[in-house]
């Protein structure tokens, strides 16, 4: 994983928009946020991420034979972020693909990179999760709702064909969900090519359609049903019970809905590992950085049966099954 090293803490958003440590900690368990300074693009924050995870698994960028990535953030309009990063690993003529499922973009692109995987297409897949959240976020009192919950960082996990039949690591189930009817509930309408003659107006930018539009209220509801019920349906499909799983990893969007989502599964409190008050909500890269750092502080141990559920924008949810 890699994170800016630029800490905003809530008093410092606090000095620009009126809100309070207090509140954001209260609602959303988020003491601080890492965001990038002028320069650093997400691309910089994804290639560290892969690098790491190259190192890591002991491999040469050359090793890698496909890369997928996911973000809601892109690098830039095009062509895909999986392109830039390519560009700067050193990696051969091989495939990439940017898939784009907010913050559940990476269960989906672990399933797709599984898939692939499986299929005998591709042995050894490089997923990366990046986000550089706070070049779009209103710092004014009209989008202090959303911008206090975002933050930037990336994370990456290398893929490989397992042939041996002694090692049990790997996928064990995955699903994902989405219900398209929602997807106004959190998104951005600008820059967009459905806002024709022009995707992007200076009218546009003056009402703010350039920032993300979040229905909190209904994002939570949804967020607390479904993955419990996307969690419980990968256990279920792998004849495995809650009691079996040895780390409870979620989204990391909101403290308040993790802790609501496993008192409702009655999941004792040191089975989850949570780092939201230090990141705040890195969507695509919430995941892969929570596996980076619960390996880091001996979380994670090789043989532990890991369970990692999303939900967000689209609405998307999903559920893995990972036996590490
Ligand atoms: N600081 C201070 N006050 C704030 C604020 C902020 N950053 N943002 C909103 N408020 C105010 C509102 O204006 C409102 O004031 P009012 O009562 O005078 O009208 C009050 O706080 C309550 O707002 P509300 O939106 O009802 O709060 P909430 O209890 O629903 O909590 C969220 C807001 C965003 C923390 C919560 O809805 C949430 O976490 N939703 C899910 C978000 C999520 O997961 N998004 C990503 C999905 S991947």
Redesign the pocket.
Known sequence: MYVPENVVTNDDLAKQ????DE??VK??GIRERRWVVEGQTPVDLAEAASREALADAGLEASDIDCILLSTLSPQHDFPGTSFFLHGRLGVAEIPCIDLRA??SGFLYALDFADALIVSGRHRRILVVGCEVHSTGLEISDRG??V???FGDGAGAVILEANDAPEDPSGLLEIRLHAEGRHAKR?WVDAPGSANGPARLTHEMIDEGRIYPI?D??F??KH?VTRMPEVLRETLDAASLKLEDVDLFLF?Q??L??NEYVAQQLEIPADKVFNNIERYG?C?AAAIPMLLAEAKREGRLKKGDLVSMTA???GFTWASALLRF
Do not use: K
């Open positions: 928009i009126d809100t309070s509140w954001i609602r959303s907010q913050c202090r709702d911008t206090v919950l959190l979040m909190g209220r994002v939570f967020a989204h969007a909101n308040r809905i909500n969507s939900f967000g924008s």
